[in-house]
């Protein structure tokens, strides 16, 4: 099966959790509904503009804007929504395919996932890394032995994310469909509710055959994996433009590429989290994983592209210094939450014996399970402070832009309302599990994400 992430707190379950039920939400109803029916009727469009803008208004949001007003909303948008090409389907496939084969193929370590709310134990085959290496050094022999030229990626961007927004909908109704009718475990069900069901997902693991876990591979292996391609191709492109890459750019790709790096080396780590231990396969994660991840968290190289900035050695260097900072801290954060799990409390903390409360907790069939809850570390600083060094990294790569347009910072702000709703659906999910202990825990650990803040 697939994998899944610890809830924040650094939580070590040793049993399984309460029988599958559909997700909860945690605003109001009529919250939950207008903010799903918007995600998924301006999402879509959203991906277009901001590629329009970045590559052919300059990066100028005004400019965007200039051209809606004239020509009507509409109109305007249709008139620079490219349509998916036979070159843009070639390249997405091809580029699926490639790496659902490694997926498959190349060897790896087993891991078992966190215990489901079924009961069922994950399997995953850990070869991230491996197929991570893989792809870029095959991305790269291609373009240096004169086979395939990534600016060709490039120059047809606006037609490859048109037809990831088309082609990934009709995924996302694929997965709706087969959890209704053939959900590969008993990880699955129905809110009764079509939207829900629908952004949400059916099934916590779907998969194909036995084998081909479909999570891993869209939030991982074409995700994240295209983030990397991408920053590649970004600089390729403005090499081939310029004839040189610019000191902005090499940080901007040398910090993403260097969390991607981490996210491969930790991708079993990833398997224990809220994105696949909890939240299920459907438009939410996966549509945003095969679209959003491969355009929004690219933008900022995107937009350097035709906007090369000269920092200087000092600038440069300081930035790259401090989002590696930031890029440890955010592994240092899941690493000691990870080895507190594995050795069940048993470790060191900043060396010391870790902190911890041991919280109970029922299952639907009314059996007593027991967790572990990390209060000292970075987990005593706040209950999901590994979302700081995250949203401080996304800022250090954004900043090689420098402030000349707004827009090269939507990632920073979409990631940051993002891991705050997230922490605060993890806060409640945690709550409604451990009752008592959970008030307990956040009384020793007040904060939820900035430490003496919030």
């Not at 890394?129 to 022999?141: D, F, N």
């Not at 231990?277 to 937009?303: E, K, N, Q």
Request: net charge positive; glycine share 8%.
């Amino acid at each position: 099966m697939a994998n899944t992430k610890p809830s924040s707190a650094g939580a070590k379950s040793t049993a399984a959790a309460a029988a599958p039920a559909p997700p909860a939400t945690v605003h109001s109803a009529l919250v939950t509904y207008t903010s799903m029916l918007a995600l998924l009727s301006l999402c879509p469009p959203f991906v277009i503009l901001l590629w329009y803008t970045m590559v052919h208004a300059d990066g100028s949001v005004l400019r965007t804007y200039e051209h809606l007003r004239e020509h009507g909303v509409l109109e305007g948008l249709k008139a620079i929504w490219p349509m998916p090409t036979l070159v843009a389907w070639k390249i997405i496939f091809g580029f699926g395919l490639f790496e659902a084969v490694l997926q498959l193929l190349l060897p790896g370590k087993r891991f078992e996932g966190p215990i489901s709310p079924a009961g069922n134990v994950p399997v995953y085959k850990a070869n991230g890394l491996q197929a991570y290496a893989v792809t870029l050094i095959t991305y790269l022999g291609l373009w240096w032995f004169g086979i395939f030229n990534p600016a060709i990626v490039y120059d047809h961007l606006g037609e490859i994310y048109s037809a990831l927004v088309f082609g990934s909908f009709v995924f996302c109704i694929f997965l709706y469909i087969k959890g209704h009718v053939a959900p590969s475990s008993s990880d699955s069900g129905s809110s009764g509710n079509v939207i829900i069901d629908f952004y949400w997902g059916m099934e916590l693991y779907p998969r194909i055959g036995k084998y081909f876990d479909i999570k891993v591979f869209t939030n991982c292996r074409f995700g994240m994996m295209s983030w990397a391609v991408l920053a590649v191709t970004y600089c390729i492109k403005q090499y081939e433009m310029n004839g040189r890459v610019a000191d902005s750019m090499l940080v901007n790709t040398a910090l993403m590429l260097i969390y991607i790096t981490k996210f491969f080396w930790w991708e079993s780590g990833y398997w224990c989290t809220m994105d696949i231990a909890h939240d299920r396969a459907g438009f939410y994660i996966c549509w945003g994983c095969l679209v959003w991840v491969p355009s929004i968290y690219t933008s900022p190289g995107m937009y350097l592209v035709n906007h090369p900035v000269n920092l200087g050695p000092q600038l440069a260097l300081s930035i790259l210094l401090a989002g590696m900072l930031c890029i440890y801290i955010n592994y240092d954060c899941d690493r000691q939450r990870q080895e507190f799990r594995r050795t069940n409390g048993k470790c060191s903390v900043w060396g010391k014996a870790p902190s911890k409360i041991v919280a109970s907790y029922q299952t639907t069939k009314g059996e007593t399970k027991t967790s572990l809850l990390l209060t000292s570390g970075w987990w005593g600083l706040s209950r999901h402070f590994h979302y700081v060094p995250e949203i401080l990294s996304a800022f250090f790569w954004t900043v090689p832009a420098l402030f000349s347009h707004f827009l090269p910072y939507f990632y920073v702000i979409f990631l940051t309302i993002l891991l705050f709703d997230r922490a605060k659906r993890d806060d409640d999910r945690c709550s409604s599990k451990y009752g008592k202990y959970w008030k307990m825990y956040c009384n020793k650990v007040p904060y939820r994400v900035i430490p003496g803040i919030y």
